[in-house]
């Protein structure tokens, strides 16, 4: 049973935001401009990016609107009954409530009645889990149509407030703590959505599904990027084990961190994946007309690249599409954002029998996850 | 922190200073391939060993350093004898490739007392380094070195030394800065880790040209894949070994 994409949606929050302006919506932590936001806004490179909150840090559009609206979004634009859904998948590193599962939430603001629901929990790579499961659903012929949903509200997360109460952390302790600031300047909101049919749309361009495959290296790696603990070296407490959240919070064991000296592991498994697919004889670079990766292509001109270009399985540069830098990273919901705009975009011409290779890996614990599409008519 | 502490940068071993001169035969580009899938797995795998643990956890001590500097020590002795009997391996049909790897060993073969200056640096005892017999893991590393080198025009060994130069790379570019920050000891601990990196990223070109001149055939490509595999396993086993003489 094949499976396809034949819509897609997605909600951006708010006006886009420029370098420059990112700290007053975030905030100036006890007033004091960081000294890292430009260097790491440079490194990146993302140019504008949304926020759910305003410049008060009140914020605008809960998670599960977000989703909702992306959602709605491809509702709208889908040749499908609301009926013939069967099934809701949604990701989130983390839904408005921690329970129950974001899925529940965004079902009732979309009123789809009595369906199937799978919310995915993890970081970036949440979303391809969520897909994954829709597809496989799709494919056992459990449903006929399926709707997933990657939404993320890391804002939250960023703004001033958080930093400022947690008085007793590194952060505080710290002249410049990057390891909690880094991903400050690099999130930001959005949403997307994709409908996934067991036929094709009646009209334009649909994506078959062709394969998914994911590699998980947390039996091997410390963790890297992480809510919950304090980021201490030996520290073993996570948020629940303090006495009360107001400790937890004033510890630091509810700021985002990346261990930043840990970050090239993903990249390295990236590669390792994207080697074990061609190996195997799955992956078949030299056939890839287009290559969506979730991470930015600045970040692989590196030696690495360089080996695979000597071993004859490097994706040219001119297949690379991302709208990383005009939409920003919005972890879970990115490459669904970022399906959305190329199937819309002039800047790229999708035809009918072009092979689309997505690539989504999460620095949490090191998922890489990978899948294959082809787009075709009906 | 700078720039290069932010991008993700650097993959595995050397890099390829000059990619334009990189074009390798079908068979080569099959093999680089898989060795890089072996160097990712190698690597990744080093990450469970305890004393690697340490350095990305931010518990490793002086002590670790000094455990450490002694194990490596013997492995960079009996480096510069495989690397030098690889050489005298070749016959005169493989003199390029002969003529590489006797540059190679002499470029390395008296590194050892820079891991003894290291060692005094960091507060041991000449004596004690010098005293310390091969580990396990180095004894199974080094005997099987010696047997394939000891065969006729042993180009599998290719596959050793992507790994240990690999590991060469790494040192430098990831274990040696993080070492000094976490120990406070001075840059007279890291010599060898660092110096070897450094020197290291020269050999990759040549890695490169030796691998096209080499590797012609499918039967190539499965022994110097294998040798890799076989180097990465040892070379890991004598890490994990360092860990017994900590406890």
């Known amino acids: 049973m094949s499976v396809y994409i034949t819509s897609t949606g997605c909600f951006l929050p708010g006006p886009p935001i420029n370098c420059e302006q990112v700290e007053n919506v975030l905030g100036a932590v006890n007033g004091q401009a960081s000294f890292l936001r430009v260097q790491i806004q440079k490194a990146n490179q993302i140019e504008t990016r949304h926020y759910a909150i305003d410049e008060n840090q009140q914020t605008t559009h809960s998670n599960v609107e977000m989703a909702t609206n992306a959602a709605q979004q491809c509702l709208d634009r889908a040749f499908v009954a609301r009926?013939?859904?069967?099934?809701?998948?949604?990701?989130?590193?983390?839904?408005?409530?921690?329970?129950?599962?974001?899925?529940s939430m965004v079902q009732a603001e979309l009123e789809l009645p009595s369906i199937e629901i799978i919310s995915t929990h993890g970081i970036c790579s949440s979303s391809t889990m969520a897909l994954k499961a829709a597809w496989n659903s799709l494919r056992l012929e459990e449903h006929d149509a399926a709707l997933v949903v990657s939404s993320e509200l890391a804002s939250r997360l960023l703004k001033k407030q958080r930093y400022e109460a947690a008085t007793e952390s590194t952060f505080a302790e710290k002249k410049i703590d990057f390891n909690t600031e880094f991903l400050r300047w690099m999130l930001s909101d959005g949403a997307g959505a994709l409908l996934l049919q067991n036929k094709p749309s009646p009209k334009g361009l649909s994506l078959r599904i062709d394969w998914m495959k994911g590699f998980s290296h947390a039996h091997a790696f410390p963790t890297c990027m992480s809510v919950g603990s304090s980021g201490r070296i030996g520290e073993t407490k996570t948020w629940q084990d303090y006495d009360s959240y107001a400790e937890a919070e004033r510890k630091g064991a509810l700021l985002l961190r990346q261990d930043v000296r840990l970050l090239?592991?993903?990249?390295?498994m990236g590669v390792d994946g994207y080697l074990r697919l061609v190996e195997e004889g799955i992956n078949k670079p030299s056939e890839v007309d287009h290559f969506l990766c979730h991470y930015s292509s600045h970040h692989f001109k590196n030696k690495i690249l360089e080996m695979l270009e000597a071993a004859g399985v490097a994706i040219p540069?001119?297949?690379?599409?991302?709208?990383?830098?005009?939409r920003g990273n919005t972890g879970a919901a990115s490459m669904f954002i970022m399906i959305d705009e190329f199937m819309r975009s002039s800047d790229v011409q999708v035809k009918e029998g072009d092979r689309i290779l997505c690539f989504v890996p999460e620095s949490g614990r090191f998922n890489t996850t990978y899948f294959h599409l082809t787009a075709v008519s009906a | 922190m700078s720039d290069?502490?932010?991008?993700?940068?650097?993959?595995?071993?050397?890099?390829?200073?000059?990619?334009?001169?990189?074009?390798?035969?079908?068979?080569?580009?099959?093999?680089?391939?898989?060795?890089?899938?072996?160097?990712?797995?190698?690597?990744?795998?080093?990450?469970?060993?305890?004393?690697?643990?340490?350095?990305?956890?931010?518990?490793?001590?002086?002590?670790?350093?000094?455990?450490?500097?002694?194990?490596l020590r013997q492995q960079v002795i009996e480096g510069s004898r495989w690397i030098t009997r690889t050489a005298s391996s070749f016959d005169s049909e493989h003199s390029e490739i002969r003529s590489?790897?006797?540059?190679?060993?002499?470029?390395?073969?008296?590194?050892?007392?820079?891991?003894?200056?290291?060692?005094?640096?960091?507060?041991?005892?000449i004596e004690d380094i010098q005293e310390m017999s091969r580990n396990i893991g180095s004894e199974a590393l080094h005997g099987f070195l010696m047997y394939r080198s000891s065969r006729p025009n042993p180009i599998d060994l290719l596959g050793a030394m992507w790994i240990i130069e690999g590991l060469g790379e790494k040192m430098a570019s990831s274990w040696a800065e993080r070492i000094r920050e976490l120990t406070g000891l001075g840059e007279d601990s890291t010599r060898f880790m660092a110096y070897h990196g450094h020197n290291d990223a020269d050999h990759m070109q040549q890695f490169y040209d030796m691998l096209e001149e080499v590797c012609l055939t499918q039967e190539s490509v499965d022994i110097i894949v294998k040798t890799a595999k076989v180097v990465a396993r040892l070379y890991r086993l004598q890490l994990e070994e360092i860990e017994y003489e900590i406890r």
């Open chain 1, 317 to 326: 540069q001119e297949r690379w599409w991302t709208n990383l830098y005009t």
């Open chain 1, 83 to 103: 009926e013939n859904i069967g099934m809701l998948a949604v990701a989130s590193t983390q839904g408005d409530h921690p329970a129950p599962g974001m899925a």
């Open chain 2, 100 to 125: 590489t790897i006797i540059q190679h060993a002499m470029d390395e073969h008296k590194d050892y007392e820079l891991i003894e200056k290291d060692y005094i640096a960091t507060g041991g005892s």
């Open chain 1, 264 to 268: 090239d592991n993903i990249v390295r």
């Open chain 2, 4 to 71: 290069s502490e932010i991008a993700i940068s650097d993959g595995p071993s050397g890099g390829v200073e000059n990619k334009e001169n990189v074009s390798l035969n079908p068979h080569a580009q099959v093999c680089l391939q898989q060795l890089l899938r072996v160097w990712l797995g190698f690597e990744r795998d080093l990450s469970t060993v305890p004393l690697i643990r340490r350095i990305d956890l931010g518990t490793y001590t002086v002590e670790d350093h000094l455990c450490f500097l002694r194990n």
